[in-house]
């Protein structure tokens, strides 16, 4: 059944996706510049996705919400357990922000061209690309954006609750003085069925309270990292 439902959830996914498409083309071309995007990202966040997850018979239960500031721009941080993370990321941010995604996800169907234009795209064929995205992400977190990086680098598929963390998001964080913002999604096993499937019910996201990294140096980015997944650990373990 759990097989059943994830194909059904796809299903609504690209539809609601292939809807939505002209909804953003529409806006890019009536709005200028950076407010369209804001806006298109606000309707994916907060319209297109919790339309979709009411359809797929998914609920979240956010806590913390209230410890950041909608308008506020942050570095934000979350465990990779399955494919719907990022749909529920999305939703449980009060404000809206901009995900740091692989090139590889422009190439699916509908799904790619919303990630080329609405994410914040790396290249890691080389140490000059990696570079250049690095200042890309400064930059928009100088502008106002908050940015979301899964610190695992890719979906983690071990038994452990979460994989190894990279250091790149917490010097980014630290570089730039922009706080840390954590959340971990919980429960998300039973949601996923293991990983095997898709069946409703509710998942429950936490926020902590945001780091200041203001004060910090490039000595604190390693503290900063373990101190970030003692946090998540703690949350996951006790749940």
């Known amino acids: 059944m759990a097989k059943i439902w994830a194909v059904f959830a796809a299903a609504v996914f690209l539809i609601l996706m292939t809807l939505s498409l002209p909804i953003v083309g529409l806006n890019m071309i009536i709005t200028p510049g950076q407010r369209a995007l804001r806006s298109n990202i606000y309707y994916l966040h907060h319209i297109f996705t919790p339309v979709f997850l ?38 449980a941010f009060p404000g809206v922000f901009r995900f740091l ?64 963390f990279y250091d790149g998001a917490f010097r980014i964080a630290i570089q730039t003085g922009a706080p840390l913002a954590i959340q971990t999604i919980l429960n998300i096993d039973y949601i996923t069925a293991g990983g095997s499937g898709l069946r409703p019910g509710t998942v429950r996201i936490v926020w902590e309270n945001p780091i200041e990294t203001t004060q910090m140096s490039q000595d604190d980015i390693i503290p900063l990292k373990e101190k970030t997944e003692q946090i998540m650990l703690a949350r996951l373990n006790k749940d």
């Not at 080389?126 to 908050?146: N, P």
Request: glycine share 8%; hydrophobic share 40%.
């Open 54 to 91: 009411f359809l797929v018979g998914i609920r979240l239960k956010v806590e913390g919400k209230e410890l950041l500031d909608p308008k506020g721009s942050y570095v934000i941080v979350g465990n990779h357990k399955s494919s719907l993370d990022f749909i529920l990321n999305a939703h």
């Open 101 to 164: 995604a692989k090139q590889e996800l422009q190439k699916i169907p509908v799904f790619g061209y919303i990630v080329k234009k609405m994410c914040l795209n790396v290249d890691r064929s080389s140490a000059m690309s990696r570079a250049r995205s690095v200042v890309a992400l400064k930059q928009q977190l100088a502008e106002g954006w908050s940015i979301f990086i899964y610190p695992e680098g890719s979906r983690n598929s071990g038994d452990q609750p979460i994989g190894k």
